[in-house]
């Protein structure tokens, strides 16, 4: 049915239950999985205002945020037994980024969570989520 799963992470707990549900789904299939990371580009032109310094450390903080989120999801395919491959998108809109590569990549699933590390909106439906609900032309499983 599925043969190769994009699943998108944040490294927030409930993006953990996506990629552990996704994982399952790519063992029980025989899928391969692309594990990816989006980093937000607002956020980036937030922080020019502060300066140089204040853009170097928030870099420096997203690399190693990005690193430990790929790390981790890479173990926990491995110890799935599941093929994967992860990347990180840099400076993009999540939705855009996921729904892109899902395309790029051949996906014929986006698998993930209902909301991420977004303050207020993880109360009702993640907008990152909405929005590749309402634009991807393949399936998307979205884990509560």
């Given at each position: 049915m599925y043969s190769?799963?994009?699943?998108?992470?944040?490294?927030?707990?409930?993006?953990?239950?996506?990629?552990d549900h996704g994982?399952?789904?790519?063992?029980?299939l025989g899928a391969r999985v692309?594990?990816?990371t989006v980093t937000?580009?607002?956020?980036?032109?937030?922080?020019a205002e502060a300066g140089p310094?204040?853009?170097a450390d928030y870099e420096a903080s997203q690399q190693v945020m990005v690193k430990e989120v790929l790390e981790e999801a890479a173990r926990f395919a491995t110890?799935?037994?599941?093929?994967?491959?992860?990347r990180h998108i840099p400076n993009r809109y999540p939705a855009d980024a996921?729904?892109?590569t899902a395309q790029k990549a051949a996906c014929d699933l986006i698998?993930?969570?209902?909301?991420?590390?977004?303050?207020?909106?993880?109360?009702?439906?993640g907008s990152q989520t909405n929005e590749v609900l309402t634009t991807s032309t393949m399936p998307v499983l979205v884990v509560k």
């Open positions: 190769h799963i994009l699943i998108a992470t944040d490294g927030s707990d409930l993006s953990r239950k996506g990629l994982l399952k789904l790519a063992k029980q692309t594990i990816i937000d580009m607002w956020a980036a032109s937030v922080l310094a204040t853009i110890e799935s037994g599941v093929a994967y491959e992860t996921i729904v892109e698998v993930m969570a209902s909301h991420g590390r977004r303050g207020f909106r993880k109360m009702l439906l």
